[in-house]
């Protein structure tokens, strides 16, 4: 059995996805890389195959109808024979030095009574233009190099979020907790983070700079143009949130202030861009989506609405709104636009 699953969701991607591939191909037979092409109409496809006819035993390709990206992500997840999961977007990479620290580790805790639940890792804004890479660490947060639970967790500051790119489950509990991710719909990437943390018991953190997320691309989906375009799929995935789990029968202390944070972060962005769009029906929108989490729950609605955040995203008028896109800075830390 592989040690570590990894997908690579792919639409469009010729241009970049041979970086990313070949940087996963240092972690050799202990790795199952699942090139998952989504009805692309570029070359991705046969660059796909390529991969695969070289290294029949590391490289599977799969190709499907146009899903979106969580529909990628899902398909690697049915197929996925390795112990453990990890998605790498076909722009991104993942540094060689520290691929193999975590496979060393991975190795190490598969046959363990507990199961390793979920690996953290940094990860590296490779923005483009920047001189400066920031890096996105935990070592403040959580124990180094051991295995701990919630309760032994320290408290994540505000603005520092486990992502994506970041987390690394197993796969069995990402299959066991029926985690199904929209089609046709972008900013999946919190509900693949967000939906299973109720299910780990157990985590681990490698303080290694593992994935390295490139951000300056015209097209990417955290441009904030873009964001702002796709502001619907934005609000479904945060109505999505919402709905996976009544925070209130959340047992442990810290885990149940974690995912508050989440949600709270989640639905500033939605709040800002509905904001920074500056036209009336997005303001109404944003009207609406706090009237939905008013009238969905209550209790969560007034948590969030007397927070620091909250009360800033709804000072009313036009001057209110200027005091809301100060918080603009705190969402870019955490999604790094351009």
């Known amino acids: 059995m592989k040690v570590l699953s990894i997908t690579v969701p792919c639409y469009n991607s010729e241009q970049y996805m041979t970086k990313c ?15 998952v092409d989504d009805g692309s109409k570029d070359g991705t496809a ?18 499907q109808e146009n899903g979106g990206h969580g529909e990628a992500v899902n398909t690697g997840i049915r197929n996925a024979t390795g112990l453990f999961f990890k998605v790498v977007d076909s722009d991104d990479w993942v540094k060689e030095e520290a691929y193999k620290k975590i496979l060393e580790v991975l190795t190490e805790k598969a046959g363990e009574n507990p199961a390793l639940d979920m690996l953290i890792s940094n990860f590296v804004y490779e923005k483009e233009g920047a001189k400066r890479k920031k890096v996105m660490h935990y070592r403040k947060a959580f124990p180094v190099e051991q295995i701990f639970s919630w ?8 603005g520092q979020y486990i992502l994506m790119h970041s987390v ?13 991710l929209p089609k046709h719909t972008f900013y ?30 015209d097209d990417q989906s955290v441009n904030e143009n873009i964001m702002i375009g796709r502001i619907d799929q934005q609000i479904k995935v ?25 949600l709270e972060i989640v639905t500033s962005i939605s709040s800002i861009m509905l904001i920074r ?7 109404d929108k944003k009207k609406e989506l706090w009237n939905y989490i008013k009238t969905t729950d209550p209790w969560l609605y007034y948590k969030l609405r007397t927070s620091i955040i909250g009360r800033t995203l709804n000072l009313p008028g036009k001057s209110g709104r200027t005091v809301s896109v100060a918080a603009y800075k705190l969402c870019q830390k955490f999604f790094g636009f351009n």
């Open 168 to 180: 690394i489950y197993r796969t069995k509990l990402l299959q066991e907790c029926e985690l199904e």
């Open 188 to 217: 999946v990437d919190n509900l693949f983070v967000y939906k299973p943390l109720p299910f780990v018991k157990t985590l681990y953190y490698v303080d290694v700079n593992f994935y390295r997320y490139f951000i300056g691309r």
């Open 46 to 63: 046969r660059i796909a195959d390529e991969y695969e006819a070289r290294y029949p035993g590391i490289v599977k390709a799969i190709h």
């Open 238 to 262: 945060n109505k999505l949130m919402l709905q996976s789990f009544d925070l209130r029968k959340i047992a442990n202390r810290k885990l149940k202030k974690y995912m508050f944070n989440y």
């Open 277 to 283: 769009s500056g036209t009336s029906e997005n303001f």
């Open 151 to 158: 309760e032994e967790a320290g408290q994540l500051r505000k």
């Open 21 to 35: 591939i070949e940087s996963l191909l240092v972690g050799g037979e202990e790795v199952e890389i699942i090139i």
